[in-house]
Structures are given as C-alpha cells and as structure tokens.
DNA sequence: GTAGGGTTAG
C-alpha cells in the first residue's frame, strides 16, 4: 500500500517537474525534486531523463552530462530515453563527433535504439550537411525492420530540403503520398520552407493551398514561413497581407512577427507604419525581450530621436535588460547620424574597455558616419587604427574616399584589400575606375581594372 | 523527440 502511495507521489511529482521544465525553469524543478526527496519520495528514471531533455535544451549539453552522473550516483540506470535527449542535445549545439560517441555508448550499454534514436541521429547527420550518411541511417532503419514514425519521413523531407534537394524531397513526399503517407501539418510547413527557400515561392503557394484543401489548418509557423518569403522577394504588400490574417486570427502572440514586419519596414523607409506596429509591441503587453528592445530602440535612433532612445534604455536598464553588441552598435550608428561624433567615440572606447570584442559593425558605423560628413581624415584615422576590418570598412572607406575625390587614395586601397584576398561591391570598385578616368587617369583606371580580373582568375 | 520567427554597419 505504502508503495504504491509513493509511486502516485513520484508520478505527481514528475509532471510537475515536467511542467517546470517546459516553462524552462529548471531552478523550480530542482526545488520541487528537492522537496519530494525530503517528503521520502525517489526520484525515477522518468524525472532524470525529464531533466536530461531539459538541461540540454536550457543550458546545453554539459549540463545535462552532469544530469547523467547525478543520476548514475544515485542508482538509476539510463535508457534509451536517456540517451536519446543526449543525442538531440547534442544535435541542436552541433556536436556531430559527440552525437555519433553517444550513440556507440548506448550499443556498448546494451540499450537497444528506438525510432527515434535513429531520427535524431538522421537529423544530426542531415543538419552536418552529410545527407548520404542520413540516407543511410534511413536505409539502416529499413534493414532491421524498425517500423517507421510519420517523423522519420519528415526528417528525411526536410534533410533534403536543408541540403538542397528540394526536387527529391518533392519526389519523396509524391510517392509516400501514392504509397498512403498522409502529411500532417508539419510536413507540407517543411515543404513550403524548403520551397521558400530554394526561390521556388509558386510551387510553395500551391501546396499552401494543397494544405488547407487537405482540410490542414494553417498554424503560426506556416504564416511566418510565408511572411519571411515574400519579404525576401520583395513582395511587401503580399507580406503585410499574410501578416494582417495572421493577426485576425490571433497568431500574433508574442513580439516575434511585428519585429519581422516592423524591421522590413524601416528598412524600406516606411518609418510610420513602423512605429505603428512598434507602438503596438509596447502597449500589448508582450515582454520586451532584448531584440524587441533592440528593434524600437532601432527606430528611435533612426528617426534621430537620441532623447526618447536614451529614456527607453534608461528604463530598460532599470527594469533589468542587459544590453548587448546589436544595443551599442544601434545607438553608434544613431549618434553618427545626429553628429554627435564626441559621444559616439566615447561609446566606442568605453565598449572596448568593457569587453564587447565584436563591434566591428559599430565601428563601420563609425567610420561611416564620418566619411558621409566629409572627415575623411578622422575616418582614415580610425580605420588605420581598427585591428579588425572587413570587406564592409573597406568599402565604406573606399566609397567615402571617392565621394571627396580622393580617387588616388582610393584606388591604393582598393588595391590592398584585393591583395589581401576581401571581396568588396562590386558597385564600389565601379566608382572608383571610373572616378580615375573621369580625371584623366586612364593609366591607373587600366591599372586597377587588372589586378580585379587578376584577382577574379585567382580566387575563383 | 521532426517544421517557422525578430535586432546593427557599406
């Protein structure tokens, strides 16, 4: 009686900390494993590998290895469950060699792989870029005769997607379907992203239809799958249009899509309608999480508007946002645009001093900022002084050279990045040539316009 | 446990 009383206390025990774990806080969880061990309940195999799947996902792999002797310690022995989170964690932090380690583990225990430990190491294979080891995992399965998970395919499909075989995932789902296969929701989002993806937006729009007709209804992944590709073929309109039925029908739970939406938007210089939805994001109610801040915060500066950009980070600051590298490069480039050159060089040393080793976008902006008011000496300066400098300074240096006529100065460094192997635009290395020919230096233009075929013959 | 998604510079 007494045991079976303790079984029903750990099983209540373990959804509660399932539970936690989905809302991704661990620190919970521990706290109610703790709590169940002073009331004299075991922790199972069930809540360890609940842990496992969770410290993986949360913190990363090593956190759950250590889930893994705690559970060792304490007596219980690991199953296949166990080994298949490890081998998903490993996946999602990209860790192929420990994925493949994991899995000779498992064997040498004696744990039997399931389906799913040979989905995971599919897509483990899939997402290396290495689907001919993936087909043969797929095949590996066929030969023992494990029976198949409507997931198993749409790993497949979507492998084939990702390594750009999108005409044999669309070979595979015809003949599965011949075969009976009937797609879920899931699958046809795969496809559609891998058309996407691959240019082919038509062939996605009709297996947008092929999903409502086969009586799917379309979810939020679908919509911004959707959204995303006409955004990159410049179908504004057609878009804003997906993301207004995807708002009418209550999709737009959190910030994700209006950041989509609002950042396309200043982008294509389309500043009011962007601070409408950015108006929108901060009346919901949604968190502001760091990269919805750094959208708004994006706006404001902008716009030009440094005093409502410096409030909102004040208040954020306040309300515990830490700020990171995109935070500090944004409001370098909106001093830049206001003039404030002083503050903005401030800001950049004092981001040095503090450890943000990746602003090299920030100091672009900066050296931007001062070529397109003509302080090509202060730029030049700068640049001079980077120890980190990417095809982007060069063009920008080059570009802001040529805008004051320095053409010489200009060729001289075009020259240097193409020796140093930098591909710059190819729209930028144009001006120069034909700013030397439009001052009469035909010699150097011809000069200029060797080395790049030069250079072209020994890099590709 | 397989699908999507947001932020910076030329």
Known sequence: MRRIKDKLSTRLMNVCVASLCKAKQLEKAEIVIVDGIRIGLQPDVVTYNTLIAAYCRVVGIDAGYSILHRMKDAGINPDVITYNALIAGATRYSL???????????????????????????????????????????????LKDISVHSATFNILINGLCMNGYTENALMLFRSLKCHGFIPQLVTYNILIHGLCKSGRGNVAREFLNELVESGHIPNAITYTTVMKCCFRYRQFEEGLKIFAEMRNKGYTYDAFAYCTVASMLLKTGR???????????????????????????????????????????????????ESDKYTHAILIDGLCRTGNFQEAQQQLNRMSVTGFDSNLVAWNSFIN??????????????????????????????????????????????????????????SDKRIVIDGLRSCGLTHEARKVQSKIQMAKLLHY
């Not at 060699?97 to 899939?126: A, G, Q, V």
Request: proline share 1%.
């Open 369 to 426: 900022g001062l070529c397109k008011t003509g302080q090509l000496d202060y730029a030049t300066h700068i640049f001079e002084s980077m120890d980190m400098k990417d095809s982007v300074s060069y063009s920008t240096m080059v570009r802001g050279l040529c805008q004051a006529r320095r053409f010489r100065a200009a060729s001289k460094l075009l020259l240097s990045c193409i020796r140093g192997g930098m591909n710059i635009l190819k």
């Open 271 to 321: 500043i009011t309608e962007a601070n409408e939805y950015l108006g929108y994001i901060i009346t919901s109610g949604f968190t502001l999480d760091i990269v919805s801040f750094n959208t708004i915060f994006n706006l404001y500066c902008k716009e030009g508007q440094l005093d409502n950009a410096y409030t909102l980070l004040y208040e954020a600051e306040n309300g515990g946002l």
């Open 96 to 142: 192929l060699s420990k994925c493949l380690d994991l899995f000779d583990e498992m064997l040498e225990m004696r744990i039997l792989p399931d389906i799913w430990s040979y989905n995971t190491l599919m897509n483990c294979f899939f997402k290396f870029g290495k689907p001919d080891e993936a087909y043969r995992v797929f095949q590996d399965i066929l």
